[in-house]
């Protein structure tokens, strides 16, 4: 059913669960796993202009380098994983490299945030849910509401 898993990773501790599920995925259908670290330099255009932004392009991708080794470093001997970094808008890259073409079904994690912060400080998953042409699983990856669920495992997908 599916043949490649679109992970997207920031890097952090908390998007390890997220991968839990990714990984049982892509055992079970025989798929590739394709973890994607998405550069957002846009984010820096404020700072000044002496501001070397050759050095920050680089501290990011390096970020994204370690991030993206991180996912192959916990996959399974037996699951297969792609990396990929892209520069961009998070989730406008996600969207994209969420293509049928490419990956049949993104695995990733929300924060779970509502109200006033999620207006606030909006929500990649929430806009790659929204956009993508591809079925979209998320996983609750908020590290409280991961501790109050730390005796469970991800549930068996058959």
Same mark, same amino acid.
């Given at each position: ?5 679109l !992970?997207?990773?920031? +890097? ?23 973890? #994607? ?9 404020? &700072? ?6 050759? +050095?920050? *392009?680089?501290? &990011? ?19 297969t ?9 998070? *989730? ?10 490419e990956?049949? &079904? ?8 509502? +109200?006033?912060?999620?207006?606030? #400080?909006? *929500?990649? !998953? ?23 669920? *730390? ?7 058959e």
């Amino acid at each position: 059913m599916y043949d490649c898993i679109l !992970t997207p990773t920031d +890097g952090s501790r908390e998007v390890e669960r997220a991968l839990e599920y990714a990984f049982q995925l892509a055992r079970q259908h025989d798929a590739t796993i394709r973890a #994607l670290y998405v550069v957002n330099a846009a984010g820096y255009g404020g &700072l000044p202009m002496e501001t070397a932004l050759d +050095g920050i *392009s680089d501290a &990011l991708h390096g970020e994204g380098q370690k991030a993206v080794a991180r996912v192959a470093e916990l996959a399974p001997a037996d699951v297969t994983v792609e990396t990929e970094i892209r520069e961009g808008s998070p *989730s406008q890259a996600i969207v994209e490299e969420a293509d049928p073409a490419e990956c049949d &079904l993104v695995v990733m994690g929300t924060h779970g945030r509502g +109200g006033i912060d999620r207006l606030l #400080l909006g *929500s990649v !998953t929430e806009r790659v849910v929204r956009r993508a042409s591809v079925p979209v699983l998320t996983v609750q990856v908020d590290p409280e509401r991961v501790e109050d669920q *730390s005796e469970r495992s991800p549930v068996a997908i058959e």
